[in-house]
């Protein structure tokens, strides 16, 4: 049961390169969603969905992109790198209604 | 608009001695809360959820926490900490629909 599975683990990218950091969930679960986390800030929510071709924006979305083609994938895409999002990357998943999220093991991305 | 308080940035604590994580929340209707902990380098993963059943939320690993209305309050606690308790801790307060919302963590130190 591989539950919410986040590629890469790494990256290092320089300014103004873009990259999609991939997000894949097996449990069925209509809402996705992406967080970054930055110390003393705690999960900061960048974008999320409630359903296949349904995106919202959260707190931070500016300089990130997200789709929603399958109810399994949220890639989402950093359109033009800057030191401002080196950051650790969060996917996570969740049934609709009180249930609690489910998180992927995160991407550190580094911005040069 | 729905928030969280983790009053302590840090909190120390010597093994075999209770721990005392404290949250208070701001919402305007009745919230559904969570504790979640992260390990170094590690995902996020649930500790406990209320959702509005009985105030007393028993979770993984030995720890509780109580949903105080009138104080507004959500602490996190356990009878004697264990080494491997150390880690990151969050809670987190449902704001809306299938958005929630993170406090910025309290650090738990275990010495020896």
């Known amino acids: 049961n591989a539950g919410v599975t986040q590629t890469p683990k790494f990256q290092v990218l320089k300014t103004g390169q873009s990259m999609t950091l991939q997000c894949a969930q097996d449990m069925n679960h209509e809402y996705m969603s992406w967080y970054r986390q930055d110390p003393g800030m705690g999960l900061r929510l960048i974008h999320y969905s409630v359903g296949a071709g349904i995106t919202d924006q959260g707190e931070v979305p500016n300089g990130y992109n997200v789709s929603r083609s399958t109810t399994e994938d949220f890639p989402l895409r950093l359109l033009s790198a800057a030191p401002s999002q080196t950051s650790v990357y969060f996917c996570?998943?969740?049934?609709?209604?009180?249930?609690?999220?489910?998180f992927g093991n995160g991407t550190r991305l580094t911005v040069t | 608009a729905q928030s969280v308080t983790q009053l302590d940035s840090h909190v120390s604590v010597s093994e075999g001695t209770p721990v005392l994580l404290r949250c208070n929340y701001s919402s305007s209707y009745s919230p559904s809360l969570f504790w979640y902990v992260q390990h170094p380098n590690k995902g996020l993963q649930l500790l406990l959820k209320?959702?509005?059943?009985?105030?007393l939320v028993k979770g993984i690993n030995g720890f509780e926490a109580e949903f105080k209305k009138s104080e507004t309050s959500f602490h996190l606690t356990k009878p004697s900490a264990h080494m491997s308790d150390a880690a990151e801790y969050f809670c987190?307060?449902?704001?809306?629909?299938?958005?929630?919302?993170f406090g910025t963590g309290t650090r738990l130190l275990v010495s020896p």
């Open positions: 209320y959702t509005s059943a009985a105030t």
């Open positions: 996570a998943s969740k049934n609709t209604g009180n249930s609690p999220l489910h």
């Open positions: 987190v307060v449902m704001a809306g629909f299938q958005k929630l919302v």
